[in-house]
């Protein structure tokens, strides 16, 4: 008897049905692991607006897109609507009193809970903008000032009280940890048009109340290939680890070990169809190509003054407003999917005081990536999105000097704009406090939804199969696109 060769031991399901039925395992691995745009034959990928992308299934976009990109510019510790984009005039005409037990009888309260409820009314004005009228707190400027833009949707809720879960829920859907987030699933399906560059690229900032630390599973691959997920940029310094050459070791000797690695793998790959090979041997090439695209990337000084004034920035100093340019920098060149945290807007207290510095910080870049990208005829074809993974309460929180608010899941605002959304527009409603959405109510999966439609993706049909069942971004549960925000 030969000896065992162990290698065939270790043969995966998948290898097994490569091998067999005359390969047709082979033939679904490609179109699971998908192809360029080219795979759907020229005529039909240039129709869908794919043409030149790389990666991603070879049946997508389903219908032709609205949007070739998104930039999700994320408050993370969930932004008050109450002093941003939801002016509440009867719960100011009750600050101070008691909180009715109507609205809070029997609701979920994350550290209110047992506590006297009191109604805090907002604390900075609202006034109206743009030919359109939206109303916008005084605290936010410069988003006032592309109220004609946006489209603001009042109506949000989602299902976790707090923020690990609560930020699950946003970027997977679930709140169940190791799901695939929106990024990677839209990588997965789409591809990337960038050769040198990730295809979702992620960029956190700081500053405000409690900065709180954002997991990395939050843009993680879950099930779907590992090459789908989010890498994070160094706000300062190296934009990437080890993207520099160890000191002897220049760029040609560094390929040949490349090479050397990357054929060891695709003989192992032969045996074993892995699509972690796979990643393994794509990822080697990739950061060989980012050698060369990262430092240009990075480098600010080909930004005219005008272009850095209006960010508020002077190169890439690790500020919201220099990772909101570097978002637009990315998009230019191909990059699919672009997530800015800012890290700072769970305000329980000191509501004022951290609300002025967030904004301050927030507020300018958010609206001059807007406006950079409709001067540059981009904001056709990127959709941003602008908010957090809850809102806050109503109700008065007594931490610190001044009050602040609550974590509140019920009803909460957020905006979009470019990629298709109608700007000048204000969807959805809370009640008369803030407290419950009760017109056109929002969930996170209808802003997945809403989302994968702009890109040209049926949510029903964007399904990969994992544990026996055909998991989709959007769920078991409805999920609706927003038809009424569309452009």
């Given at each position: 008897?030969?000896?065992?060769?162990?290698?065939?031991?270790?043969?995966?399901?998948?290898?097994?049905?490569?091998?067999?039925?005359?390969?047709?395992?082979?033939?679904?691995?490609?179109?699971?692991?998908?192809?360029?745009?080219?795979?759907?034959?020229?005529?039909?990928?240039?129709?869908?607006?794919?043409?030149?992308?790389?990666?991603?299934?070879?049946q997508f976009p389903h219908f032709v897109p609205k949007a070739k990109r998104v930039i999700?510019?994320?408050?993370?510790?969930?932004?008050?609507?109450?002093?941003?984009?939801?002016?509440?005039?009867?719960?100011?005409?009750?600050?101070?009193?008691?909180?009715?037990?109507?609205?809070?009888?029997?609701?979920?309260?994350?550290?209110?809970?047992?506590?006297?409820?009191?109604?805090?009314?907002?604390?900075?004005?609202?006034?109206?903008?743009?030919?359109?009228?939206?109303?916008?707190?005084?605290?936010?400027?410069?988003?006032?000032?592309?109220?004609?833009?946006?489209?603001?949707?009042?109506?949000?809720?989602?299902?976790?009280?707090?923020?690990?879960?609560?930020?699950?829920?946003?970027?997977?859907?679930?709140?169940?940890?190791?799901?695939?987030?929106?990024?990677?699933?839209?990588?997965?399906?789409?591809?990337?048009?960038?050769?040198?560059?990730?295809?979702?690229?992620?960029?956190?900032?700081?500053?405000?109340?409690?900065?709180?630390?954002?997991?990395?599973?939050?843009?993680?691959?879950?099930?779907?290939?590992?090459?789908?997920?989010?890498?994070?940029?160094?706000?300062?310094?190296?934009?990437?680890?080890?993207?520099?050459?160890?000191?002897?070791?220049?760029?040609?000797?560094?390929?040949?070990?490349?090479d050397a690695v990357n054929e060891l793998n695709a003989l192992a790959n032969d045996r074993?169809?892995?699509?972690?090979?796979?990643?393994?041997?794509?990822?080697?090439?990739?950061?060989?190509?980012?050698?060369?695209?990262?430092?240009?990337?990075?480098?600010?000084?080909?930004?005219?003054?005008?272009?850095?004034?209006?960010?508020?920035?002077?190169?890439?100093?690790?500020?919201?407003?220099?990772?909101?340019?570097?978002?637009?920098?990315?998009?230019?060149?191909?990059?699919?999917?672009?997530?800015?945290?800012?890290?700072?807007?769970?305000?329980?207290?000191?509501?004022?005081?951290?609300?002025?510095?967030?904004?301050?910080?927030?507020?300018?870049?958010?609206?001059?990536?807007?406006?950079?990208?409709?001067?540059?005829?981009?904001?056709?074809?990127?959709?941003?999105?602008?908010?957090?993974?809850?809102?806050?309460?109503?109700?008065?929180?007594?931490?610190?000097?001044?009050?602040?608010?609550?974590?509140?899941?019920?009803?909460?605002?957020?905006?979009?704009?470019?990629?298709?959304?109608?700007?000048?527009?204000?969807?959805?409603?809370?009640?008369?406090?803030?407290?419950?959405?009760?017109?056109?109510?929002?969930?996170?999966?209808?802003?997945?939804?809403?989302?994968?439609?702009?890109?040209?993706?049926?949510?029903?049909?964007?399904?990969?199969?994992?544990?026996?069942?055909?998991?989709?971004?959007?769920?078991?549960?409805?999920?609706?696109?927003?038809?009424?925000?569309?452009a």
């Amino acid at each position: 008897m030969p000896p065992i060769d162990r290698s065939r031991l270790r043969t995966t399901r998948r290898s097994f049905l490569g091998r067999t039925s005359m390969g047709l395992g082979s033939i679904a691995l490609s179109s699971l692991l998908g192809g360029p745009a080219r795979a759907l034959g020229p005529d039909r990928a240039r129709a869908l607006g794919g043409a030149d992308r790389l990666g991603g299934l070879s049946q997508f976009p389903h219908f032709v897109p609205k949007a070739k990109r998104v930039i999700f510019l994320y408050m993370s510790g969930g932004p008050s609507h109450l002093e941003t984009f939801d002016p509440k005039p009867e719960l100011a005409r009750l600050d101070g009193e008691p909180m009715p037990p109507s609205f809070t009888e029997g609701q979920p309260i994350a550290q209110l809970q047992g506590q006297e409820l009191r109604c805090l009314g907002p604390r900075f004005g609202f006034n109206r903008h743009g030919e359109s009228g939206q109303e916008i707190a005084d605290c936010l400027p410069n988003i006032a000032g592309i109220a004609d833009d946006i489209c603001i949707i009042r109506s949000m809720h989602t299902d976790q009280i707090n923020h690990d879960p609560a930020h699950t829920v946003m970027n997977t859907g679930t709140s169940i940890s190791g799901r695939p987030s929106m990024g990677s699933w839209v990588t997965y399906g789409l591809g990337s048009e960038a050769d040198d560059l990730p295809g979702f690229v992620v960029l956190t900032s700081e500053g405000g109340r409690n900065p709180q630390p954002i997991a990395s599973r939050q843009w993680g691959s879950g099930f779907l290939p590992g090459k789908t997920q989010g890498v994070l940029f160094n706000s300062v310094g190296d934009p990437v680890h080890y993207i520099e050459n160890p000191p002897g070791v220049d760029r040609a000797g560094q390929l040949r070990v490349i090479d050397a690695v990357n054929e060891l793998n695709a003989l192992a790959n032969d045996r074993l169809a892995d699509p972690e090979l796979e990643t393994r041997i794509a990822q080697y090439e990739l950061a060989s190509r980012m050698q060369l695209s990262v430092p240009e990337l990075t480098d600010f000084s080909d930004e005219p003054e005008d272009v850095l004034r209006l960010y508020g920035t002077a190169g890439a100093d690790g500020s919201f407003a220099a990772n909101c340019l570097m978002a637009r920098r990315l998009a230019e060149r191909g990059v699919r999917f672009i997530q800015l945290y800012h890290r700072g807007w769970d305000h329980h207290g000191d509501l004022v005081p951290y609300m002025d510095t967030c904004c301050k910080l927030c507020d300018g870049p958010s609206a001059a990536l807007v406006l950079d990208l409709k001067r540059r005829g981009m904001l056709d074809d990127t959709l941003v999105l602008w908010g957090g993974e809850f809102g806050r309460t109503p109700m008065f929180q007594g931490k610190g000097a001044q009050p602040g608010r609550d974590h509140h899941i019920k009803g909460f605002s957020m905006w979009l704009a470019g990629g298709g959304i109608r700007g000048g527009t204000t969807y959805g409603a809370t009640d008369e406090l803030g407290y419950h959405a009760v017109e056109d109510r929002t969930h996170v999966r209808d802003l997945h939804a809403t989302m994968l439609h702009q890109l040209g993706i049926d949510h029903d049909r964007f399904t990969h199969p994992f544990q026996g069942l055909d998991m989709k971004l959007t769920g078991v549960e409805d999920a609706r696109v927003l038809t009424d925000i569309l452009a």
